[in-house]
């Protein structure tokens, strides 16, 4: 397993909300729940090739902004039609006010 790496503040995230960041030339969706949880993927929806931080969170769920598929944010699995190819999942923490994750390489 990788180390945990820094990728943003806590802060930067509104609760509901998404926010992609480039590690190690990753293209990663960083997400925030309304509890407060932190969970990440990757950013780029295996169906349309959409950035899924452009797309709408609801509880547990990233919708795609092109066709509106859906994916479970804390495993990565489809949930919803045209999507069903799931997207990686990344070990996600919140420690000292910022957002950690282990990406491999």
């Not at 990728?7 to 729940?33: L, M, Q, R, W």
């Not at 959409?50 to 804390?74: K, T």
């Not at 495993?75 to 999507?83: F, K, N, V």
Request: glycine residues 10%; hydrophobic residues 40%; negative net charge.
């Amino acid at each position: 397993m990788s180390d945990w790496i820094d990728v943003a503040a806590e802060d930067d995230i509104f609760e509901g909300a998404a926010i992609g960041v480039d590690i190690k030339g990753h293209d990663i969706a960083v997400y925030k729940t309304e509890a407060g949880e932190v969970f990440a993927t990757d950013n780029i929806c295996t169906h349309g090739h959409a950035r899924l931080c452009d797309g709408f969170l609801e509880g547990h769920e990233i919708e795609c902004p092109f066709h509106q598929g859906r994916f479970d944010i804390r495993t990565g699995a489809p949930t919803l039609e045209p999507c069903v190819d799931a997207v990686r999942s990344y070990p996600a923490k919140c420690e000292g006010g910022r957002i950690w994750l282990q990406v491999q390489a």
